[in-house]
């Protein structure tokens, strides 16, 4: 049985950046993914939002790798023809209680190193965004929006490019550790059995499960794996916003805030409902009409002229949380040797938002720990 130097598991946009780094830097690299194409999961489910690296504790993984990750995204679509628009984001504080939490928010902004971030006055922000109730704003000028299917296609042709292969409808159903890498057994139709160097788990939401598949990981390094679900309501009619609106954050997600796609039509959400489920495979991404009143009344305290009926139910996606309700958000976490012990292993759990906008950033802070620990 030959061996590979590495195998990546999960074909969402982060495994995708990983496997197509991997392959750049020489290393004979074979991406898995037990659905039958990529990025269909979580990373077909989000607003696409391209973020600025605003909200996010300091030095934590999810501030760097968002900063950075904010201007490599946008080289990246830039030098191969992938689509983003930056329209701005206006973060607004409608009442003057929330004007102190807005100020902290852009103290840590100015702390992460967020480019083209400035607060503004009630007058400046209804300069901009004339329909807004708003008592004081951030305005973040890098905050824009990314055609994410087109540029993890890219990343797709890059990999194979590169020299990697794809295989689809080929979930991992085992590992073991054997002399200088690991043995895996591959399920699907074509089932199969590699060797491979690296193990690079990027299963977003059901990473906790494929690491409880291979063999040495200690319990208590495998983090729970909890379930936010994200609803989405689009807008009947033309937007009135030329930005994306956010306003103060919520616990465990970032408000009923407008976002604009490719063609600038709005869309809101996503809001944060707990799933009580054991596993994804139970996640039901229907989307309830009756949430749609909670959505109307959280958008009118920065829209207040929000006409009845015009919003539709439209779909939903699920966070890859590893913290439970009521807690802190949680950092991105890649538990590697140091952590596990195991050589050539590489965890990542709790890869929610921001990782479409640092997936590159990602790739190389991974790349860094690899060249680190050879």
């Known amino acids: 049985m030959d061996k590979l130097d590495c195998v990546v598991v999960g074909a969402g946009v982060v495994g995708l950046a990983v496997a197509r780094e991997m392959a750049l830097q020489g290393h004979e690299t074979v991406l898995l993914e037990r659905e039958a194409s990529f990025g269909t999961i979580s990373s077909s489910r989000n607003s696409e939002v391209i973020h600025a690296g605003i909200y996010y504790p300091k030095d934590s993984l999810k501030a760097k790798l968002c900063v950075e990750g904010n201007r490599m995204l946008y080289e990246y679509c830039r030098d191969h023809q992938v689509g983003t628009q930056r329209y701005g984001k206006l973060i607004v504080a409608s009442d003057p209680q929330q004007v102190d939490d807005l100020h902290g928010i852009f103290y840590r902004a100015q702390q992460n190193g967020a480019r083209e971030i400035s607060l503004i006055t009630a007058k400046e922000a209804n300069a901009l965004e004339p329909d807004l109730r708003v008592a004081a704003a951030i305005l973040s ?9 087109a540029y993890m296609l890219s990343l797709l042709g890059g990999f194979e490019d590169a020299g990697g292969m794809v295989a689809y409808l080929s ?16 399920g699907g139709a074509d089932a199969m059995q590699l060797q491979t160097k690296y193990l690079i788990n990027c299963a977003g939401m059901s990473a906790p499960a494929v690491a409880q ?8 390094h495998i983090p729970k794996a909890y379930f936010a679900k994200g609803n989405y309501f689009s807008l009947a009619g033309k937007s009135p916003f030329r930005h994306l609106i956010y306003p103060v954050p919520e616990p465990g997600g970032l ?5 604009l796609d490719m063609a600038g039509q709005a869309k809101f959400g996503p809001d944060v409902e707990w799933l009580e ?14 949430r749609g009143e909670r959505f109307y009344a959280a958008i009118r305290q ?24 009521d807690q802190p958000a949680g950092d991105f976490r890649i538990d590697g040797p140091n952590e596990h012990g195991i050589e050539g292993l590489y965890n990542f759990f709790g890869f929610e938002s921001p990782a479409l906008t640092s997936s590159l950033a990602i790739a190389k802070y991974l790349k860094g720990l690899i060249q680190l620990e050879q």
Do not use: C
């Open 141 to 149: 000028k890098t905050t824009g929006i990314v055609d994410s299917h």
């Open 171 to 186: 979930p991992l159903n085992h590992a073991r550790v054997i002399p200088g890498g690991f043995e895996l057994e591959v």
């Open 213 to 220: 598949r291979i063999e040495g990981i200690p319990a208590d």
């Open 255 to 259: 408000g009923v805030h407008l976002t």
């Open 277 to 290: 489920i054991e596993s994804e495979d139970q996640i039901n991404y229907a989307v309830d009409p009756m």
């Open 302 to 325: 920065y829209w207040p002229d929000l006409k009845d009926g015009s919003l539709q139910a439209d779909y939903s996606g699920v966070r890859a949380k590893i913290v439970p309700k």
